[in-house]
C-alpha cells in the first residue's frame, strides 16, 4: 500500500512544483451544466500614467539663528509649536550690548554740548570779519585818494585776511563738529540695532519642527537655534526618472496621492529643477499642495504623472478572483469552465489591466457565480 500511495502523489507533486493548473474537478453530481455569464477580454485605451515617488516639504523654511554672541536667558516655544509673524521666540543677555548703547549716547550728549562754544566762536570771528571788512573798505576808498599811506592800506588788508581765515577756521571746526554728531547718531542707531538682536523673532507665522538650544547656552552668530515652517504651505518634492523629461513641465496639473491622509489631491507643477542626480538619474520636481489638514512636512507622497494613452487588456474586476498572492479568472472553453491564472496590473473605475495570462477575445465568467469550480459544465445565460 505504502509503494502506491507514493506512485499516485508523485505526478501530482512535480505538476505542482512546474506552476500548472490543479487537478480539475468535476460539477455536481447532476452534471447539469451551470448558468453563468460571460464577457469576452478586451483592448481598451487607458491613461498612460507616471508614478513618482516624493516627499513633502515646506514651501518656505527659516531657520533662526542669533546675528550677535551673547548667553540665552529665555526660549519661549517648544518643538510643534505655531508662533505668529514677530513673536518673540529667544532672548538673550542683552547688558554689554545696553552697555554700548549707553556708551554711544554719552558720546553724542558730550558732542552736542560742545556746539553752543562752537557757535559762540563762530559769532566772534564774524564779528572781528565785519569790522575788518568795513575798516578795509574805508581805507580803500582813502587810498584812491591819496589820503593814507601804502603801509596803512596794506596793515587793513592783512587784518581783513586774517579775520577771513579765523572766520573760515571756526566754521571748519562747527561743520566737524556737525559730522562727529552725525557719526555719533550713527553709533547709537547701529548699538540700538544690536542691542534689538538680543530678541529674536519669529520671521513668519509657522510651526516650530526643530530646536537646538536652552537657557543658559551660549548663541555664536550663524548657529542654528530654532527652525520655523510656514504653515499650511507645502509642496511635494518628486524624484523623476529623466527620460520623463520631456513630459514633465512647470504648471502641469498632476495628481498627488498620500495614504497616511487616505487623501488624492489635485495639485501643479511649480518648478523643474534641470540638474539630474547622477547616482539615480532622475531630477526633483516641485509640486505646490493645497493646504489640508494634518498635512505634515516629511511625509510620503506619490506623484501621478499624465503621459497620454495607452492599450491596455482588461477584464472587469468581478472576474478576477484572488486567493493570497495568486490571481485567477474562469475562461468558458469548450462548454466548460477553466481557471487560469494571470497577472494583474492597474485598476480603473471597474476594471483590472491583465499584464498575462489571458488574451483578447477570449471569453471569460463574469461575476463569478458561488460554488464555481475548475472543469464544470457550464452554460453561458442570456
Known amino acids: 500500500m505504502k509503494l502506491v500511495l507514493i506512485s499516485l502523489t508523485a505526478p501530482l507533486l512535480f505538476l505542482a512544483s512546474c506552476g500548472g493548473e490543479p487537478p480539475r474537478r468535476t460539477q455536481s453530481r447532476s452534471g447539469l451544466p451551470m448558468q453563468i455569464q460571460a464577457v469576452a477580454v478586451c483592448t481598451q485605451q487607458w491613461p498612460d500614467i507616471y508614478e513618482a515617488t516624493g516627499t513633502v516639504r515646506a514651501r518656505t523654511t527659516a531657520v533662526v539663528a542669533s546675528k550677535v554672541m551673547a548667553y540665552v536667558q529665555l526660549v519661549s516655544v517648544q518643538v510643534g509649536d505655531r508662533v505668529r509673524a514677530g513673536e518673540t521666540l529667544i532672548r538673550l543677555d542683552a547688558r554689554e550690548l545696553e552697555a554700548n548703547l549707553r556708551r554711544a549716547e554719552a558720546a553724542r550728549a558730550e558732542i552736542q554740548s560742545a556746539i553752543p562754544e562752537?557757535?559762540?566762536?563762530?559769532a566772534a570771528v564774524k564779528a572781528n570779519l565785519d569790522l575788518a571788512q568795513a575798516t578795509f573798505r574805508r581805507m580803500e576808498e582813502l587810498a584812491s585818494k591819496k589820503s593814507i599811506s601804502n603801509q596803512e592800506f596794506e596793515e587793513a588788508l592783512a587784518r581783513l585776511k586774517s579775520a577771513q581765515a579765523a572766520y573760515d577756521m571756526a566754521r571748519a571746526r562747527r561743520t566737524q563738529i556737525d559730522s562727529r554728531l552725525a557719526q555719533a547718531e550713527q553709533e547709537i542707531r547701529s548699538a540700538g540695532i544690536?542691542?534689538?538682536?538680543?530678541?529674536?523673532?519669529?520671521p513668519f507665522a509657522g510651526v516650530v519642527t526643530a530646536k537646538s538650544v536652552e537657557p543658559g547656552n551660549l548663541a555664536a552668530p550663524g548657529a542654528p537655534l530654532l527652525t520655523v515652517e510656514q504653515d499650511d504651505a507645502y509642496r511635494l518634492e518628486a524624484s523623476v526618472d529623466e527620460s520623463k523629461l520631456p513630459s514633465v513641465r512647470k504648471g502641469q496639473t498632476v495628481e498627488a496621492v498620500f495614504e497616511a491622509l487616505d487623501r488624492k489631491l489635485?495639485?501643479?507643477?511649480?518648478e523643474v529643477v534641470p540638474a539630474v542626480d547622477a547616482a539615480s538619474r532622475a531630477y526633483t520636481v516641485k509640486i505646490d499642495l493645497p493646504a489640508i489638514p494634518n498635512l505634515r512636512s516629511g511625509m510620503f507622497g506619490r506623484a501621478l504623472f499624465p503621459l497620454g494613452k495607452r492599450s491596455v487588456t482588461t477584464v472587469p474586476?468581478?472576474?478576477v478572483l484572488e486567493r493570497g498572492q495568486l490571481q485567477s479568472v474562469f475562461v468558458v472553453e469548450d462548454g466548460a469552465a477553466h481557471t487560469r491564472l494571470v497577472t494583474t496590473g492597474a485598476r480603473?473605475?471597474?476594471?483590472v489591466e491583465i499584464?498575462?495570462?489571458?488574451?483578447?477575445?477570449?471569453?471569460?465568467?463574469?461575476?463569478?457565480?458561488?460554488?464555481?469550480?475548475?472543469?464544470?459544465?457550464?452554460?453561458?445565460?442570456?
Open 348 to 351: 480603473l473605475a471597474s476594471n
Open 194 to 202: 544690536m542691542r534689538d538682536y538680543a530678541t529674536i523673532a519669529a
Open 355 to 382: 499584464l498575462s495570462g489571458v488574451h483578447d477575445g477570449e471569453r471569460i465568467v463574469s461575476p463569478v457565480p458561488p460554488g464555481l469550480i475548475d472543469g464544470a459544465k457550464v452554460e453561458i445565460g442570456q
Open 266 to 270: 489635485t495639485a501643479r507643477v511649480s
Open 317 to 319: 474586476a468581478a472576474a
Open 118 to 122: 562752537a557757535d559762540n566762536g563762530v
